[in-house]
């Protein structure tokens, strides 16, 4: 078979043609090859293309750069609140009262809030007694 019919004629005479010399018409996919003009303007448009997607691209990656700056912090302390909520309690650094238990020989820390945060066995040290003044004011 040829590779090319009518290629002499107008286009429009030779889907003409093609019809007559035709057992039918089928609608089908094919490729058509495309000519040198065709084929400058699909560069031209890939191009242009490319170009916007770049530009994109680039606003994306500085979106997602400034994305990821402003969520650490809050990823960070959430992460910290986290632990928190799952021990229950909060490490803080602060003076705590020793209050010393003779009949248990224990020594308790307590925090401004009263709580106790630790406690250990009385030691010698602990059983020396010491005089508190009064301050009258």
């Given at each position: 078979?040829?590779?090319?019919?009518?290629?002499?004629m107008?286009?429009?005479?030779?889907?003409?043609?093609?019809?007559?010399?035709?057992?039918?018409?089928?609608?089908m996919?094919?490729?058509?090859?495309?000519?040198?003009?065709?084929?400058?303007?699909r560069?031209?448009?890939?191009?242009s293309?490319a170009?916007?997607?770049?530009?994109?691209?680039?606003r994306?990656?500085?979106?997602?750069?400034?994305?990821?700056?402003?969520?650490?912090?809050?990823?960070?302390?959430?992460?910290?609140?986290?632990?928190?909520?799952?021990?229950?309690?909060?490490?803080?650094?602060?003076?705590?009262?020793?209050?010393?238990?003779?009949?248990?020989?224990?020594?308790?820390?307590?925090?401004?809030?009263?709580?106790?945060?630790?406690?250990?066995?009385?030691?010698?040290?602990?059983?020396?007694?010491?005089l508190?003044?009064?301050?009258?004011?």
């Open positions: 078979m040829d590779q090319f019919l009518f290629q002499e107008p286009e429009a005479s030779r889907a003409l043609n093609l019809e007559s010399l035709s057992e039918g018409i089928e609608e996919d094919y490729a058509v090859v495309l000519t040198q003009e065709e084929m400058a303007v560069k031209s448009k890939f191009t293309l170009i916007q997607e770049a530009k994109l691209e680039e994306k990656h500085k979106y997602l750069t400034d994305h990821k700056a402003e969520i650490k912090p809050i990823q960070v302390e959430k992460s910290a609140v986290l632990y928190e909520l799952k021990a229950g309690s909060v490490q803080e650094t602060g003076a705590c009262f020793k209050v010393i238990e003779e009949n248990s020989r224990m020594v308790g820390f307590y925090n401004k809030r009263g709580q106790l945060v630790s406690s250990r066995p009385m030691t010698q040290e602990d059983g020396q007694k010491t508190k003044m009064a301050v009258n004011y």
